[in-house]
């Protein structure tokens, strides 16, 4: 006979609540356990990603994009996000000097600076990736020269590069878009 046979809908659903509290307080444990890292993963370019889940603040699909002439090829325009003109950079062309092909795969990284939100577009999105401390500790120095000052270390099987998003939005040439 089952456990709920003789129990009111009421106290079904409060015994339903109890369990998906527990189970829900140690899914919670596990997210923030020590030396674990959370990161978003994504691909620019034939490049494998990974930015701090607290520096991105949105994922989108990509919007219609306004133009702004005189600037840099990297920046691609404008996208009217909830009221909001947001700068759009193809990080791949910023990074590598390649355009991003448009695909229904394609995203944009909203990611906060100085004055507002800058968003990033990328290749596509693999969503949230762990990194322990023996994946830091088996990491690999990050040796291509476009990336070094962006990306330190390589994680993971993927060997995703550990990209600052604070640092690129700091960047010089990232903040000069005019053209």
Do not use: C, K
């Amino acid at each position: 006979m089952s456990a709920t046979a003789n129990l009111t809908p009421f106290e079904i659903l409060a015994r339903y609540e109890r369990l998906s509290l527990a189970h829900a307080s140690e899914a919670q444990e596990r997210m923030e356990a020590p030396g674990l890292w959370r990161g978003i993963g994504y691909r620019a370019g034939s490049r494998l990603f990974v930015s701090g889940i607290d520096e991105i603040n949105e994922l989108l699909a990509v919007p219609a994009l306004t133009p702004v002439p005189g600037t840099q090829p990297w920046l691609l325009g404008v996208a009217n996000v909830r009221g909001n003109l947001v700068p759009v950079v193809d990080l791949a062309r910023f990074l590598f000097g390649e355009r991003t092909p448009h695909s229904e795969r394609s995203r944009l990284l909203i990611v906060r600076q100085g004055g507002g939100n800058v968003a990033l577009l990328v290749d596509e999105v693999f969503g949230q990736r762990t990194v322990d401390a023996e994946q830091r500790r088996e990491a690999e120095a990050e040796d291509d020269p476009r990336l070094v000052r962006f990306a330190d270390e390589r994680v993971g099987e993927q060997r995703l590069a550990v990209f600052s998003m604070g640092r690129l939005v700091r960047a010089p040439d990232f903040r000069q878009a005019a053209a």
